[in-house]
């Protein structure tokens, strides 16, 4: 059998051997695909999983209980708005401990957490549209709800708090990695090729940026900038970009030594050509290392972020949000209501730290 002579195909093998960087790798996608399908896999697939049921809040995994809704009007929505922003539900519902039908009402008892008996409430049968008895609605309007990972202070579901936080989590790592490497490249491809006074300009820009604390400097820009979604993506993208400067301007400016590109100069290439075509695609390797731990340090600040209240607003969910509302409860005998996100979290930044180090090593020559 032939051995690939190919740079990138001996690393894809190198790689493909390496288990913990394949089996994040897989995990990875498969958090991918639960953000993409967040809201068909959800429970609770309202808008930002926030349905409400105080009586009900703070219960451990596995609780159910019988759930009444009551149907309200709402304008139709685009099935493809559905799928990826959530239902604009208006429906209320009510958790119930049981119920009593009567010849043109249903009376409920209002499920409580405690031993005392619940408001009884009774509800006419106009309320509950194509129904034309009460025996209908219980079969129609009446279901019994799982909250496979309990439900937080508020009442909602935390499995589906969950699978939508993921997409905060997800998309911070991959804007703010773009951000940083269009910036980063760009600048270090600059200073590295061109040096003298263009590269001390660019260095003391790199230097004083990089004075300053990550964390202390996003909080500045998110307070510039506003607190808000789409501020984290531009504040974590913009203080990361650093590292990836310094190290483009060190492979730049060993590359550009290189007879390859003597001889593209020779050719009468202009420097824009010689740089793209030839400079940066040798040049990526350590780049794409690092990105996979900016991904990482991303996430992470956008935890951080969430937690200080400066991040991903109410009733947006964001993992690090979830910890935020729930980090006094590992105290008050529920600690799962701030482990899981914690874990969630700890689970998706070793991920991509272990992709990194597969990658770092299946990129090292000298292996």
Known sequence: MKKSTSLSKIALQKFKKNFWGVF??????????LAIF?????????QNANQMHLSI???????????????????DQNPFSVFFFGKKNADSEIPISNFTLKNNSIEITEYTSDAAEGLQKDYKLALFPDVTSASEIS???????TFLLGTDKYGRDLLSRMLIGIRISLAIGFVAVFISLIIGVTMGAIAGYYGGKVDAAIMWLINVTWSIPTLLLVIAITLALGKGFWQVFIAVGLTMWVEVARVVRGQVMGVK???????????????????????????????????AANFAGAILIESGLSFLGIGAQPPMPSWGGIIKDHYAYIILGKPFLALIPGLAI?????????????????????N
Not at 349 to 356: D, K, P, R, S
């Open 257 to 291: 030594q290189m007879q390859y590109v003597t001889a593209a100069r020779a050719l009468g290439f202009n420097d824009f050509r010689i740089i793209v075509k030839h400079i940066l695609p040798n040049s990526m390797a350590p780049v794409i290392i690092i990105s």
């Open 139 to 145: 079969k129609k309007y009446i279901s019994e709800k």
């Open 38 to 46: 967040a809201y068909a896999l959800a429970p609770d697939n309202s």
């Open 346 to 366: 700890m689970s998706l930044v070793t991920a991509f730290m272990l992709i990194g180090n597969a990658l770092r090593d299946a990129m090292d020559v000298r």
């Open 57 to 75: 809040h703070s219960k451990n995994p596995g609780f159910s209980v019988k759930m009444l809704s009551i149907p309200a009007a709402v304008e």
């Open 24 to 33: 994040s790798f897989g995990y990875l996608i498969l958090c991918v695909l």
